[in-house]
């Protein structure tokens, strides 16, 4: 049995004050999340919470691909415009290439890997979520973190990169 891995995360961001009404909805959803035991609920919580507006303008919800009991937990910004199409994630030719890098080091989703989103939508024109959007999803990274216990987490994005890590710098720069 692997320890606990404790990732301390700020409640809302360290750099951006949310607003009011996104302070509230935080709290709400730190509150449902507390009876979220496992992947199938988060799942579910993710698919019927009203809270996320990126949910309204996306095809779907996506969630995961890859054993939930992996060792190695890669998180990306957001779905693109194929893996919304599809419904699944990381397919495309970026998917593809994942696919073939992780291989390479006897990695795959299939038998040893874990990817997920820091935010589950694809978002409109594919522009960058804004602070709400992200502020939102902190505490549903934070509990899909929590459920998988990793032992490595591997940033995709820069966006997963400064809020898991609590830092303005770059993914490059941290790199």
Known sequence: VRESLVIELPKAQ??????????EALKDI??????VNNLGSLKQFLENSEVYSLKRTAANTIFSEGVDNAKVMLISDTPTADEDIAGRAFVGKSGAMLDRMLSAIGLSREKNIYLTYMINWYPPGNRLPNDAEISLSLPVIKKHIELINPEIIICLGDITAKRLLQTTQSITRVH
Do not use: F
């Open 14 to 23: 360290t750099h951006i004050t949310p607003k009011i009404g996104t302070i």
């Open 30 to 35: 730190e509150a449902e999340l507390k009876n």
